[in-house]
């Protein structure tokens, strides 16, 4: 199993609202989402001292990048992006493209389930790839998500 995690900013953000300081709220939980998934991207890449610095890479060009895009996305985008995350997650078939878009903010993306597994533990899990386009900007970001005992999906880190 690859050990990548995504944090769809739109579900993640949510629960990380509170480390915001200086910077809106939405950007501070940009930068911190695209600084933790930018080091594990960083952390599949080299060895020894090459990974570290791969790590040291990935942290600050995904805040970077997570800051610009946290700064953009609204409360109301989220719920669009939590909608189709958990249609996708839910009943979508492997590879199709579950779609959403914020009609007032024009912001959109797109959530696209790979086959469920089961764990050695029983728990079922799907990876999958989230885009998010703001301002004609698109990132994405790969991860994977499991169904919890109350019937709900959390992502998951490896």
């Known amino acids: 199993m690859r050990k990548t995690m995504i944090v769809g ?3 993640m953000a949510l ?3 509170a ?3 200086r910077t809106g709220p939405k950007q501070g939980v940009g930068t911190v989402l695209g600084a933790g998934l930018g ?3 960083g952390a599949q890449i080299g060895s020894g001292t090459g990974r570290l610095v791969a790590v040291g890479a990935g942290t ?4 970077l990048l997570g800051g610009e895009t946290g700064k953009s996305l609204d409360k109301a985008d989220r719920v669009y992006a939590e909608r189709a995350s958990h249609q996708a997650l839910e009943t979508a078939p492997s590879g199709r493209v579950v779609q959403w878009r914020n009609p007032d903010s024009g912001h959109s993306g797109s959530v696209v ?3 469920a597994y089961q764990t050695s533990s029983g728990q079922y899990c799907r990876e999958f790839q989230q885009t998010v386009t703001i301002d004609g900007r698109q990132q994405s970001a790969f991860g994977t998500a499991c169904r919890q005992p109350d019937g709900s999906w959390k992502v998951v880190n490896g």
């Open 15 to 17: 629960l990380l609202g």
């Open 60 to 63: 600050l060009l995904g805040a």
């Open 113 to 115: 389930p790979q086959p």
């Open 19 to 21: 480390c915001a300081d």
């Open 9 to 11: 900013i739109a579900a």
């Open 39 to 41: 080091g594990l991207a």
